[in-house]
């Protein structure tokens, strides 16, 4: 293969990782707007919480409001609305069930019941031998189910699908005990460190993990 050759195909491999990557920040998990965003009312509710002296009520309206800010913003700015719509439904239902139950904890409980459900359609699709990453990101690059015929690419995508597991229900494992103990400060804060970082670690160990198969994919296909 000449310089050139080898140049191209360098470029073709960054181009086709770039792209994967993109795949699953922007589209899988919502991108680096739909991550912020999803984390501004938790902050905002935590922080009006503490400033009005745990008025519930204040609280709520101000987490909802920061919501509300983030979607006109993004209509202004005519951005993908997707995200921040299913975000600013989940910031009315937490602010909701606060409000019924009386109890400035309950903000968080619809982020339990997300996080169970998140964990087990993973946990259950690796059980039944389609792991979720997979099915994700074959819709989403176009390329289907067909990576269920390659057996090595189906055993990695299961490996990084327990990259997720790990992540819904190891927050369930911290965040449940602080709601038991009604410690909402501790877990708006807690919540907060365990969104945005741990997406973002979740997606890149993932894309490492997957990298090395798709280039050697790649690398095969332009052997033939």
């Known amino acids: 293969m000449s ?19 993109t ?10 707007r739909g991550i912020i965003d999803s984390g501004v009312p938790t902050a905002v509710f935590v922080i009006a919480y503490l400033v009005t002296g745990q008025n519930l009520g204040l609280s709520v309206g101000a987490a909802v409001a920061a919501g509300l800010v983030i979607l006109v913003w993004r209509v202004l700015r005519k951005e993908p609305l997707q995200q921040v719509l299913a975000g600013f439904a989940g910031v009315l239902i937490s602010a909701l069930v ?23 359609a993973f946990l259950i699709s690796i059980a039944v031998g389609w792991p979720l990453l997979g099915v994700v990101l074959g819709y989403f690059t176009g ?12 055993r990695i995508y299961a490996a990084a699908s327990w990259i ?24 708006g804060v807690v919540k907060i460190l365990m969104g945005i970082p741990l997406y973002i670690a979740a997606a890149y160990f993932t894309y490492r993990l997957l990298a090395p198969v798709w280039v050697e994919k790649r690398t095969a296909k332009g052997t033939k």
Not at 23 to 32: Q, T
Not at 98 to 118: D, H, I, M, V
Not at 143 to 154: A, I, K, M, S, V
């Open 98 to 120: 606060a409000k019924w139950t009386g109890r400035p904890e309950a903000y968080f409980l619809p982020g339990f019941f997300q996080n169970l459900a998140y964990g087990s």
């Open 23 to 32: 795949v699953l920040l922007e589209r899988a998990i919502g991108g680096w």
């Open 164 to 187: 997720w597991v790990a992540l819904f229900f190891g927050r369930l494992v911290v965040q449940v005990p602080l709601y038991l103990l009604g410690a909402v400060a501790a877990l």
């Open 143 to 154: 390329e289907g189910t067909t990576w269920r015929q390659d057996r090595p690419l189906r």
């Open 3 to 21: 310089s050139a050759d080898e140049s191209e195909g360098l470029g073709h491999e960054t181009k086709a990782d770039v792209r994967a990557e």
